[in-house]
């Protein structure tokens, strides 16, 4: 087991091909290659936190969203936002998430509250 921290891309990909390998093996835990599995996955980690880090989704979207997984309508979004015409207000991006809607929201929708704040 050769391990050195992950600098350039090359260094990087040849990690995700190690442990992509090493995955399908299934090495079990304490073992040289489960040991080298995850040191790894690791280091694969912290690089990819550091050089592909990924912003906040948007509020509406992350509503939208999750109204597509759950197969929500508007009128199943009522509770959370208030009435038919303030939903699609929201949804269109012309009324802004308020206090309440966003604790609602979080509370029944298990929307993380800080994308849900993030519009505000």
Request: hydrophobic fraction near 40%.
């Amino acid at each position: 087991m050769n391990i050195r921290p992950l600098h350039t891309e090359a260094d990087y990909r040849h990690a995700l091909a190690t442990v992509a390998t090493l995955v399908d093996i299934d090495p079990a835990q304490g073992t040289p290659e489960g040991d080298e599995l995850e040191i790894l996955s690791i280091l694969v980690e912290r690089y990819e936190t550091e050089h592909f880090s990924m912003a906040a989704p948007d509020p509406i979207e992350a509503i939208k969203f999750r109204m597509e997984q759950q197969g929500l309508s508007v009128p199943d979004m009522q509770p959370y936002i208030g009435n038919a015409n303030r939903v699609y207000e929201v949804l269109a991006g012309k009324r802004a998430l308020s206090l309440a809607m966003i604790r609602r929201l979080h509370a029944g929708l298990h929307i993380p509250a800080e994308v849900l704040i993030g519009g505000c």
